[in-house]
């Protein structure tokens, strides 16, 4: 069983959701970004999805888009975020990480060796936004021969018909975009979520686990009581760029902002199935 199946199996044996907390490696330096990721899962993270930097992020709102640039001028390259899942293993056998991003940072650093590099640091799946299904043979398939899950999205406009496409060599879970359009702008609708999930389950035994939008722990309540799992990134990132200087530096208190967000989203995502209960 892979580390993510192990996860989600243990989540749904707990009776709640899985929490799954994005944050982008490198934001806003190696050495914070480094201390909020070992922190996450004391905190409460239950998989944690680790952002590749890029350029041009294009279904990301302004903050994760942000943050892949601060990154960036910190000198973030795909060594150092595969570094940093070494590092992060060294104390930590059991939390699922998936690397999560575009394709263009890969390309670049060459399919086979990237793939290589990810399975010894200890990656267990991969988002990659920008490939479909019809490019399986590109990266899916090769990651699936390295024992790297390659999780897809589905969307609002993702009918039954296109559905089988989508998840035609999916593995690990299901990542069900609750809204339309970019990253953290809106917030979802959890009765069309619920609908939504209750349909792609028809299609897959797979979890489902709902991102974009979830900003509270609130929502990660409500829409827990249906989706296997629930993922938050924006407000995440938020919190670390609330706390930076005017010059965009952490400041000493910037892991614990974070980590104290991600307790409170673990929190509302732990009370999903006894408030659906009650």
Not at 9 to 14: I, L, P, Q, R
Not at 136 to 143: G, H, I, S
Request: net charge negative; hydrophobic share 45%; aromatic share 6%.
């Amino acid at each position: 069983m892979t580390r993510i199946a192990a996860r989600f199996a243990a989540c749904a044996a707990e009776g709640r959701p899985a929490l799954v907390t994005f944050v982008t490696a490198g934001d806003p330096d190696y050495d914070t970004s480094l201390a909020i990721l070992k922190g996450l899962p004391a905190a409460g993270a239950d998989v944690i999805e680790l952002g590749m930097p890029f350029s041009d992020p294009m279904a990301e709102g302004p903050p994760i888009q942000r943050a892949s640039e601060r990154a960036l001028r910190g000198g973030q390259t795909m060594d150092r975020t595969l570094g940093m899942v070494r590092a992060f293993r060294e104390g930590d056998a059991n939390t699922p990480i998936v690397l999560m991003g575009y394709y263009n940072p890969i390309y670049s650093y060459g399919n086979e060796r990237f793939l290589a590099a990810a399975a010894a640091a200890g990656v267990d799946g991969l988002i990659v936004v920008d490939l479909p299904p019809e490019a399986d043979d590109e990266l899916c398939v090769p990651a699936m021969k390295h024992g790297i899950n390659f999780i897809r999205l589905a969307t609002p406009t993702t009918d039954d018909k296109r559905l089988p496409a989508v998840l035609n060599n999916t593995s690990g879970f299901v990542y069900y975009v609750s809204i339309l359009g970019i990253t953290g702008t809106a917030s979802p609708d959890t009765s069309k979520v619920a609908t939504a999930v209750a349909r792609i389950k028809g299609h897959t035994t797979l979890p489902v686990a709902v991102g974009f939008g979830v900003k509270t722990a609130v929502q990660a309540a409500a829409l827990g009581r249906t989706a296997d799992g629930v993922v938050v990134g924006s407000a995440l990132v938020n919190a670390i760029a609330g706390t930076l200087d005017s010059a965009g530096k952490a400041r000493p208190e910037t892991p614990a902002a974070v980590l104290g967000l991600v307790s409170e989203l673990a929190g509302g995502a732990r009370l999903a199935r006894m408030a659906a209960a009650e």
